[in-house]
């Protein structure tokens, strides 16, 4: 019997591969095993894959095009490619939300059974149950016009995009966990606090860098690293973690639970 953690046979397709979370996931797995890896980003990956695709994750014949060029089967998909709210409202919601919808049912007929998907979510995204109904709504929708159409007719809600599209990610895990369960596929989210990625300076920017300090603060004054949320991804992906399904998985070194018992000291944000 293999390792759960093992990685050694299997086939991966990642998005965001080329820095950060995506780049320190490379690593991680080759440390699992060095699967064969088949990277999705706008750049060519450094670390060790098996094939490149350059892929626009905003773009819908960008995603289906790449999807035709992956041959035969997979074992797990990460969904991993996101940007921050330096870029207009409609290419967060785009690269974040529908790219990510997209490849997930695009791919899920060539994922083999036991396999998985993983997204990256956040934890800007855990405003979802105030607003459920709404949430449900828009990911609801077909085509990116209408999704569009209803982000402008609703713009209090969906902000600037960033924690709005996060909602999204959330709410679809656990909605289209019963659907890849049917094809024996598990879907799963992770929820990372802030990250010391290339792209804090952004988050900085969009949601102030007092309240991106103010997070940290309230764990301990440790910020994530890249490769702390790459491997809870690998878990996800793993056959460790075959009898989790629909779980957004907070790694944030307790805010959320913090946050829920009332254990957070706001004071840093007057």
């Not at 007929?109 to 998907?117: H, L, Q, T, V, W």
Request: proline letters at 5%; aromatic letters at 8%.
């Amino acid at each position: 019997m293999s390792h759960p953690f093992d990685y050694s046979n299997k086939r991966v397709v990642i998005t965001g591969a080329f820095s950060g979370v995506g780049a320190a996931l490379l690593d991680v797995l080759a440390e699992l095993g060095r699967p064969e890896v088949i990277a999705l980003d706008i750049r060519k990956p450094e670390g060790p894959i098996s094939t490149y695709i350059e892929t626009n994750m905003g773009k819908a014949s960008s995603v289906a095009s790449a999807v035709e060029k992956i041959k035969g089967p997979i074992d797990v998909l990460f969904n991993n490619a996101g940007i921050a709210a330096t870029h207009p409202v409609e290419d967060v919601m785009a690269v974040n939300w529908l790219g990510l919808r997209q490849l997930s049912e695009l791919l899920l007929p060539k994922i083999r059974e036991g396999g998985a998907i993983a997204n990256t979510a956040s934890i800007a995204g855990g405003q979802w149950p105030a607003h459920l109904q709404e949430v449900l709504e828009c990911i609801s929708l077909e085509t990116r016009e209408e999704l569009f159409g209803w982000c402008r007719e609703h713009p209090q809600l969906v902000g600037d995009g960033y924690s709005f599209s996060k909602e999204c990610v959330q709410v679809y895990t656990m909605k289209s966990a019963k659907q890849t369960l049917a094809r024996k596929v598990r879907t799963n989210s992770v929820c990372p606090a802030p990250i010391d990625t290339p792209l804090l300076p952004d988050f900085n920017k969009t949601m102030t860098e007092k309240t991106m300090k103010w997070t940290v603060s309230q764990i301990g004054g440790t910020i994530a690293t890249p490769r702390d949320i790459a491997m809870a991804l690998a878990f996800l992906g793993s056959d460790a973690s075959r009898y989790v399904n629909g779980v957004n998985l907070n790694v944030d070194l307790g805010f959320n639970a913090f946050m829920t018992t009332g254990q957070l000291d706001f004071s840093g944000l007057a």
